[in-house]
């Protein structure tokens, strides 16, 4: 499945209808998240209310499925609506994109995980993907939605994340 399969499918759901119905003045489509395990995806659309300051996501399978809301993650960085016709690259692509990179510049890292979230960041539209490595660090590579242009991208220990320390700053 890809992006805007998703977004389809979510709009043509009954579920989707009826949030939409309650919140379209106070939420707007906030991020996609993709799971992937042993090459299946696992697809989840977030839509923030900002007046709630929660977010309210969908699991996207062969029924639609409503979680409740949940509070954000609080951050320095605001959640931006995400414009479905920024995202011009397909999932695979970015894919493929971020693993020719993986591949690059962190040649001796295996991924045993890896997920993503298509979300609006300052650069606009982004594929924001993380793999987890055998050796308990995290790559994540960046990449513009439009065009497939990577314009970050870094490796992490685990362990590293407490003391807020990177191994490599990438681009």
Known sequence: ????????????????????????????LAHAFVMLDNGKEEWQIGYFCPKE?????????????????????????????????????DSQEAMDIADKTRKQHYPSDVPIKT?????????????NITFVTQRFSTINIKILAKDGTVFKHSNETLMQFDKGESSDKGK
């Open 53 to 89: 300051d929660l977010m309210s996501s969908f699991i996207i399978d062969k029924e639609i499925t409503e979680l409740p809301p949940a509070e954000v993650l609080k951050s320095h960085i605001a959640i931006k609506a995400l414009d479905p016709k920024e995202v011009k690259i």
């Open 115 to 127: 997920f993503y979230i298509i979300q609006h960041l300052s650069e606009g539209a982004v594929y």
């Open 1 to 28: 499945m890809d992006f805007h399969s998703a977004i389809e499918q979510l709009h043509k759901s009954k579920t989707h209808k009826e949030f939409v119905k309650k919140n379209a003045k106070n939420c707007f």
